[in-house]
């Protein structure tokens, strides 16, 4: 049932180390996005894909690469993991302008 | 250029009084408004979205905003705060060509005093 869903929900892991984030939606949304969210609740766009393609890519360390499979599909992998990566990311579709975000409950990512 | 300020980072009131949560947006296109509500450890929830139709729009949960473009904001407001209200709130702007893509705010923080 669930509409976004992403998985890991927690990730902790070491400064160093390579992870990936998962997000699927089954709402037959075109476009798909991650959003960080820092310690002061401010989300920021990280990346947009619109049927696979990448629309928006903002101002990320070259670390953080996206891939979608396919447009029900954008994960999240991040190389080299930093402690200023801790964060909350979301993932969130839409379908087109006007109706809004559809998103994930987050994955709270802890580098220590 | 497009942007988003929500004017007050915290705001708290008491139970049963008027919540006002204010927004100020700028956009070069006609822009799509929405307020989302992020209570702790949830996911983002949309409240209301304003798509060019009425002025005023009502959401879930008793909230409303009304889109006035003589001043470029987009305020939300509740006639009487529940307990459950105390969350994160964020103003959003969509704009763009197809609207895919959204500027949020910073978030305003509603704090609801017993």
């Known amino acids: 049932d669930t509409a976004v869903s992403q998985t890991p929900k927690y990730l902790v892991t070491q400064m160093g180390n390579d992870k990936s984030i998962k997000c699927e939606q089954n709402?037959?949304?075109?476009?798909m996005y991650w959003y960080k969210q820092d310690s002061k609740k401010f989300l920021k766009i990280m990346f947009s894909y619109n049927n696979k393609e990448l629309i928006i890519n903002e101002t990320v360390p070259n670390r953080f690469s996206p891939k979608s499979p396919d447009k029900a599909h954008l994960n999240l992998h991040i190389n080299s993991l930093e402690l200023g990566d801790s964060a909350v990311y979301f993932c969130?579709?839409?379908?087109?302008?006007?109706?809004?975000?559809?998103f994930g409950s987050g994955t709270r990512l802890t580098v220590v | 250029a497009q942007s988003v300020t929500q004017l007050d980072s915290h705001v708290s009131v008491s139970e049963g009084t008027p919540v006002l949560l204010r927004c100020n947006y700028s956009s070069s296109y006609s822009p799509s408004l929405f307020w989302y509500v992020q209570h702790p450890n949830k996911g983002l929830q949309l409240l209301l979205k304003?798509?060019?139709?009425?002025?005023l729009v009502k959401g879930i949960n008793g909230f409303e905003a009304e889109f006035k473009k003589s001043e470029t904001s987009f305020h939300l407001t509740k006639p009487s705060a529940h307990m459950s209200d105390a969350a994160e709130y964020f103003c959003v702007v969509s704009v763009g060509p197809t609207g895919n893509q959204f500027y949020f705010g910073t978030g305003t923080s509603l704090t609801v005093i017993p």
């Open positions: 709402l037959g949304h075109d476009t």
């Open positions: 969130a579709s839409s379908q087109r302008r006007g109706i809004g975000y559809t």
């Open positions: 304003y798509t060019s139709a009425a002025t």
